[in-house]
C-alpha cells in the first residue's frame, strides 16, 4: 500500500509564501505524475498543478495560480513540492497532493490522494 504525506500548511498574511511537501511511501512499485489539488469551503476541488515523470519536466498549473506557484519533483524520492509565492485570500483552501500509483493487481496507474494540508490566507 501506498501512502501520501503532505506537510508545509499553515497560516500566512497576503503577500508572504509557503512551501509544500509530499512524500510517498510505502510499496511503491511506480509513479507516474505528480500533482497539487485544492478545496476551498463551498467550491469543488480544483487543479492547482501537475508535473510529469522522468524527461523534461512538463508543469502545468491552473490559470489563478500561474507566475505564482512552481511545482517541482524529487523523483528518485517520490517526493512533490509546491512553492507558493504572493499569496492571496483566494488561494486559502485544503491543499491535497496526488499521484498517479502504479497498482500491480489491475496494472494500471490509480490516482491516490494525501489527507490534506490546511493554507490559510488572511490578515
Known amino acids: 500500500q501506498v501512502q501520501l504525506v503532505e506537510s508545509g500548511g499553515g497560516s500566512v498574511q497576503p503577500g508572504g509564501s509557503l512551501r509544500l511537501s509530499c512524500a510517498a511511501s510505502?510499496?511503491?512499485?511506480?509513479?507516474?505524475?505528480m500533482g497539487w489539488y485544492r478545496q476551498a469551503p463551498g467550491k469543488q476541488r480544483e487543479l492547482v498543478a501537475a508535473i510529469t515523470n522522468g524527461g523534461v519536466p512538463n508543469p502545468k498549473y491552473a490559470d489563478s495560480v500561474k507566475g505564482r506557484f512552481t511545482i517541482s519533483r524529487d523523483t528518485p524520492k517520490n517526493t512533490v513540492y509546491l512553492q507558493m509565492n504572493s499569496l492571496k485570500p483566494e488561494d486559502t483552501a485544503v491543499y491535497y497532493c496526488?499521484?498517479?500509483?502504479?497498482?500491480?493487481?489491475?496494472?494500471?496507474?490509480?490516482?491516490?490522494w494525501g489527507q490534506g494540508t490546511l493554507v490559510t490566507v488572511s490578515s
Open positions: 496526488t499521484a498517479d500509483n502504479f497498482d500491480v493487481e489491475t496494472a494500471r496507474y490509480l490516482k491516490i
Open positions: 510505502g510499496s511503491i512499485f511506480s509513479i507516474n505524475d
